[in-house]
């Protein structure tokens, strides 16, 4: 039997190693799964994308990423990267979903249209949440008070810190008990 594969789409800014995506896919890793990461092919792009542009550009991306891997696929994306949720409900792919851009059709009608389990990571700061509409969405939620698009919280560091322990945490509950239990 072959090993699951998490498949790791960058946002906009930091790419596929940046502290939330690295943690997310080292607990996949840590299960037994190989890790497969994305990287734009212009970095620099996705900063001047509009609404309508972003869906098209990232999902060939994504795409040419998932040509090389089993079938057994988990999905790791962060804000820009949850425009591959159209991937995921068409391909049956659980995900996890960070700081999930809600405001965009594109993503919710993916979001909406899955079949396999997801889980939505956000802040109530983050003016690309929503709660409502995440706990509509799924069952799996990790929401944090006052965290900001980064997943940053007012205060000291060590608080924000703390928060990317939470998120770790709810990923690997997450695929312990739902995706692979």
């Known amino acids: 039997m072959s090993s699951p594969t998490v498949v790791v789409i960058p946002g906009g800014q930091f790419g596929p190693t940046s502290p939330l995506l690295m943690y997310a896919a080292d607990a996949a890793e840590h299960r037994g799964a190989d890790v497969v990461r994305v990287w734009w092919d212009e970095p620099d792009r996705p900063l001047t994308l509009t609404e309508s542009e972003r869906g098209p550009w990232v999902l060939p991306q994504v795409e040419k ?4 891997v089993s079938d ?3 999905l790791i994306g962060k804000s820009l990267g949850s425009y591959g949720s159209t991937l995921a409900a068409e391909r049956g792919f659980p995900a996890v979903w960070l700081t999930p851009v809600l405001p965009s059709t594109w993503v919710v009608d993916g979001l909406r249209r899955a079949t396999a389990p997801f889980l939505l990571v956000g802040g109530t700061a983050d003016p690309l949440w929503d709660s409502t509409l995440a706990r509509e969405l ?4 990790l929401e944090v008070p006052e965290a900001d698009h980064g997943m940053y919280v007012p205060g000291r560091l ?3 810190a703390a928060v990317l322990g939470q998120v770790a945490t ?4 997450f695929l312990d008990q739902v995706v692979w239990p």
């Open 65 to 68: 990423a998932l040509d090389h």
């Open 170 to 173: 709810a990923v690997e509950d």
């Open 72 to 74: 057994d696929v988990l």
């Open 138 to 141: 799924t069952p799996y939620l």
């Open 158 to 160: 060590a608080a924000s």
